[in-house]
């Protein structure tokens, strides 16, 4: 039975196509046929992030108004077979995304993939409505601070009354995923700590991903944290809340690179 | 595969409550306009794109008053926009709408005098049934919860940025972080939280913001009540 997954949060920059990108590597790396649809029409990363900007052709919004078909728009990753992408225009606008046509997309991804993952835009609009409208399950990525815990609020409102599932009076699934923490500096009261956004948020928690250095090299890199075969902090946590959505009950930790006394004597390299 | 869609033009129907003005006209019908006008002469434009109701509680006034008044007053620039407490025959298309669920304050009611019903009954207070609005989730930030008939219950917290509106008392059984206005006519509201952190509180248009609130009283549990013009708070834990 497929599955679509909203991974929203609200405000910008909290981690949302990191995040995709992570757990749609963990999720295939376990054998699930995955797809990762980025909503953000007019300002796409998710290519990017995923390494796959050079193979762009067609895009969401080609598929959506009927000039390209799904398979000629879907970027199968090379790394791992069962990964594939389905670009957002960088060309238009999120006017450009029909009801109609999305809901046919969705439906058409449903029949080919486990998991479809579904990228939104920051934002409460049209674009982030449409990300969330036909997901089953949704994934709400929140910083340890206050503007970004609000706006997860927010979005957690909007899910519970805008999706096709609340509307037909149905529980929409909901999880935190924590990013960017630091275990230190909540426990200084810098940042807010995991039982204080919780108990706000009053979501179940799926997963809490340290702030590292290692998930902007990344980024930038083009190959999302979990594809390592050594994995750091971050990428466990991502393998561990991958598991924790496919219903496995694991105990709940920060991972943490520990530097021994050679990390620490050689922490950093000469230029 | 078909996805079946809705039709994208649906027509919305909301229900709204918006504050007017109440103008109680009294005749003889020229004698009052010329007290307002008089009036208008020392305020002018006060009334002006204002949205005014006729308040016809005391009945004095007939039909052909109330049309001729309406244009009359249309002269001044003050737009009726409905007749409130009027008689049910001046239902008639031309005349502005009939309203009838408008808040009167208490005091004004004492005013009616009894003798001037002529002959047609006025309709007996109706007696509300106890109407409360009870919430089983929390208030997400940017919801709006208006419920104008009676109390509003929430199981579970108001998040910052939401906004929770009562005729009656508001109890909120969790964390209360954003704005609860309570008592809208009614001073005898009060608001319970179990833990305050509230952005605003107001009992009958009565307000205080979280600056004003005595830091002591933050992260407890609080009782909120109006004493004549002043807010009061006191600690339940």
């Known amino acids: ?271 | 595969m078909t996805a079946v869609t809705r039709p994208r033009h649906s027509i919305r129907f909301h229900s709204r409550s918006y504050h007017a003005m109440a103008l109680a006209p009294e005749p003889p019908v020229a004698n009052w306009l010329a007290e307002l006008d008089a009036w208008l002469e020392r305020s002018p434009g006060f009334f002006a794109s204002r949205p005014i109701v006729l308040d016809l509680f005391s009945r004095k006034l007939s039909k052909s008053d109330v049309e001729s008044l309406t244009k009359d007053l249309l002269e001044r620039k003050i737009q009726v926009l409905g007749l409130e407490g009027a008689d049910p025959s001046f239902a008639e298309f031309g005349l502005p709408p009939l309203l009838t669920s408008g808040v009167r304050p208490a005091n004004a009611i004492a005013d009616v005098p009894d003798d001037v019903n002529d002959g047609e009954p006025v309709a007996a207070p109706v007696v509300q049934r106890p109407n409360s609005l009870l919430l089983d989730s929390p208030v997400r930030s940017g919801q709006y919860i208006e419920h104008l008939q009676g109390d509003v219950i929430v199981i579970g917290s108001v998040a910052s940025g939401a906004e929770v509106i009562a005729g009656g008392s508001i109890h909120i059984y969790g964390t209360l972080r954003g704005r609860a206005i309570a008592g809208a006519g009614d001073p005898r509201a009060r608001i319970f939280c179990r833990k305050l952190e509230a952005e605003l509180l107001a009992i009958d248009g009565l307000y205080m913001t979280a600056d004003d609130m005595e830091p002591q009283f933050r992260g407890r549990s609080v009782r909120v009540w109006l004493d004549g013009n002043t807010v009061m708070m006191t600690a339940q834990d």
């Open chain 1, 1 to 271: 039975m497929a599955k679509v997954l909203v991974v929203t949060s609200g405000k910008g920059g909290v981690g949302k196509t990191t995040s995709t990108a992570a757990l749609g590597v963990a999720l295939a790396k376990g054998g699930k046929n995955v797809v990762l649809v980025d909503f953000d029409v007019g300002l796409r990363n998710l290519d990017l992030v995923m390494g796959a900007e050079r193979r762009v052709v067609y895009d969401l919004i080609n598929v959506v108004q009927g000039d390209a078909k799904l398979a000629q728009a879907l970027i199968r990753d090379k790394r791992i077979q069962t990964l594939s992408l389905l670009p957002a225009s960088q060309t238009r606008d999120k006017d450009a995304l029909t009801d109609e046509g999305v809901a046919r997309v969705i439906a058409e991804l449903k029949e080919k993939f486990d998991w479809i993952i579904c990228d939104s835009p920051a934002g409460i609009e049209r674009g982030a409505t449409l990300a969330m409208r036909h997901a089953d399950v949704a994934i709400v990525v929140t910083n340890p601070e206050v503007s970004s815990v609000r706006d997860s609020d927010r979005i957690i409102g909007l899910l519970d009354s805008k999706t096709e599932k609340a509307e037909r009076g149905e529980h929409m699934d909901k999880h935190l995923l924590l990013t960017r923490y630091d275990a230190a500096r909540a426990e200084r009261g810098e940042m807010l700590k995991v039982e204080d956004v919780l108990e706000i948020l009053s979501i179940p928690l799926l997963g809490i991903i340290p702030e590292s250095e290692e998930v902007l090299r990344a980024s930038n890199v083009g190959a999302p944290v979990t594809l390592s075969d050594t994995p750091s902090a971050p990428a466990r946590a991502y393998l561990d809340a991958a598991r924790r959505l496919n219903g496995e009950a694991l105990e709940m930790t920060v991972p943490s690179d520990r530097k021994g006394l050679f990390g620490k004597l050689f922490g950093r390299r000469a230029a």
